[in-house]
């Protein structure tokens, strides 16, 4: 009888072209798709809350698989990892319902972005957070934050070629914190069109740098026009955080850790 098995998956997307499988290089995704088969012997794809762009990391991947393998599904984890590259690892695996989706049972999501100011980039963030040797007033960025809350139609904040016809999305929470050199977005929301996140921190760090007005967003939501958002802000400083659903939340497992 085929089980549904649940992972929470930390990765360091620096070398790899996403999560998605793609023909251009080598994804998380495919990874772990590996790792997967050859434990259980079975041709096996799993299925992502979410497609992490190349570059983009993950404190809190969820994804999930059929199998028809007996392994105690706790153990899927270490086994996983014995097989896995040192830039992704399984933090967790459980037995799910059979109609759990990490995809479409997802109900918020959290990501964070990091950029670090100064002069000088540390170099050992230079992977993981964007550096910005410019001054920004983080004042001006705090306030811009609020006007993503809530409901709106978020089509400035798309990739110019996503063909998404549903552009609706409701941000939960949208803000900005200091811890001296480094500055973070976190951003809640039921889902994110392609690059939105990107294009709102690009969108705050030319507002924080005084080339827009601090109502560009609330400007951008009203007009529904790409060129009145931002520059996309680069991939590296972009980690996808939380997962949540009805019965399931990423934080209470890491907490557990």
Not at 63 to 84: E, Q, V, W, Y
Not at 222 to 228: E, I
């Amino acid at each position: 009888m085929s089980r549904r098995i649940r992972l929470v998956i930390a990765y360091d997307g620096t070398n790899y072209v996403g999560w998605q499988l793609q023909d251009n290089g080598i994804s998380v995704q495919q990874r772990l798709n590996e790792a997967v088969r050859a434990i259980t012997g079975e041709c096996i794809q799993l299925h992502g809350s979410g497609r992490t762009d190349s570059g983009v990391h993950a404190r809190a991947q969820v994804a999930h698989f059929d199998t028809m393998a007996r392994m105690p599904a706790d153990k899927f984890a270490i086994a996983l990892n014995m097989r896995l590259p040192r830039d992704i690892r399984v933090l967790f695996s459980e037995e799910a319902p059979a109609d759990f989706h990490a995809r479409f049972s997802a109900k918020n999501k959290t990501y964070r972005y990091t950029v670090q100011t100064g002069l000088h980039a540390d170099v050992f963030g230079r992977f993981t957070a964007l550096h910005v040797h410019t001054t920004l007033d983080i004042s001006r960025m705090q306030r811009s934050a609020a006007y993503a809350l809530g409901e709106h139609d978020f089509k400035a904040f798309m990739s110019a070629d996503c063909k998404i016809t549903n552009t609706i999305r409701s941000i939960m929470k949208s803000e900005w914190t200091q811890d001296g050199s480094y500055l973070f977005y976190e951003v809640s929301a039921n889902g994110f069109l392609y690059n939105m996140v990107r294009i709102l921190v690009g969108t705050m760090l030319e507002i924080g740098g005084g080339k827009l007005p601090e109502d560009a967003i609330a400007r951008a939501l009203a007009s529904g026009l790409r060129t009145d958002a931002g520059a996309t802000a680069p991939p590296h400083g972009l980690c996808l955080q939380r997962v949540q659903y009805d019965d399931f939340d990423t934080n209470e497992v890491l907490c557990r850790l």
